[in-house]
């Protein structure tokens, strides 16, 4: 059984930085692009970052390039997501999502799904 656990959410000021983790089992974890998504209230599920299984390259929306950065742990298992310059717009649940598909940057291409942290940043 495939399972996504994220951690490293919380309460932060506007300007800091957090680290997410998302412990994966379950599945082939190098045979996997790895992404995170947020949602906000009221608002749709959205893409954050990706890396690809193939090549390691990552991908990122353009609200979060250069702020945000995606790496995986081989040994450990873990996808991360450092997170810096936070906004309080950054504010959300984020999710970690497992594909076989590369470049993946719609939930509806997204295989497995954890239970997502909450990130919040205060003005």
């Known amino acids: 059984q495939v399972q996504l656990v994220e951690s490293g959410g919380g309460l932060v000021q506007a300007g800091g930085s957090l680290r997410l983790s998302c412990a994966a089992s379950?599945?082939?974890?190098?045979?996997?692009?790895m992404g995170w998504f947020r949602q906000a209230p009221g608002r749709e599920r959205e893409f954050v970052a990706l890396i690809n299984w193939s090549d390691g390259g990552a991908y990122y929306a353009h609200s979060v390039k250069g702020r945000f950065t995606i790496y995986r742990d081989y040994a450990k298992n873990t996808l991360y997501l450092q997170t810096k310059s936070l906004k309080p717009e950054d504010t959300a649940v984020y999710y970690c999502?497992?594909?076989?598909?590369?470049?993946?940057?719609?939930?509806?291409?997204?295989?497995?799904w954890g239970q997502g942290t909450q990130v919040t940043v205060s003005s």
């Open positions: 379950g599945l082939t974890f190098g045979s996997y692009t």
């Open positions: 999502a497992g594909t076989r598909r590369l470049g993946a940057t719609i939930t509806e291409e997204y295989d497995y």
